[in-house]
């Protein structure tokens, strides 16, 4: 069974930054792509960043400029993302979801995931 664990987010005053962890389970590690996403009160589904563990080639949305980066850690299976001067629109619940693939192309759209993480609220103020 594939499961996807967060933690990290909560509040954080605008140019902070927060650190979000996804654990995997189920997938092997190098196997499998990670998205992220988020979602704002209102608004809808916003996929933002993709990494392919394989490689650790990386995508992110033009919007985020630069502010936000992958990490990983191979042997706890997590995947990590910093995210920097972090600013009141990014605020949202952000979940992570996996899919099985040794493919190094990832783009963060939602149907192509097959697993997700439970949420994670991150809140920035003004």
């Known amino acids: 069974e594939v499961q996807l664990v967060q933690s990290g987010g909560g509040l954080v005053q605008a140019g902070g930054s927060l650190n979000l962890s996804c654990a995997a389970s189920?997938?092997?590690?190098?196997?499998?792509?990670i998205g992220w996403f988020r979602q704002a009160p209102g608004k809808e589904r916003e996929g933002v960043a993709c990494m392919a563990t394989s490689d650790g080639s990386a995508y992110y949305i033009d919007r985020l400029d630069g502010r936000f980066t992958f990490s990983s850690d191979s042997a706890k299976n997590t995947v990590y993302l910093q995210m920097n001067s972090l600013k009141p629109e990014d605020t949202a619940v952000y979940y992570c979801?996996?899919?099985?693939?040794?493919?190094?192309?990832?783009?963060?759209?939602?149907?192509?995931?097959?697993?997700w993480g439970q949420g994670t609220q991150v809140t920035v103020s003004s």
């Open positions: 189920g997938f092997t590690y190098g196997d499998w792509v």
């Open positions: 979801a996996g899919r099985e693939t040794t493919s190094s192309w990832c783009r963060p759209v939602a149907p192509k995931f097959s697993a």
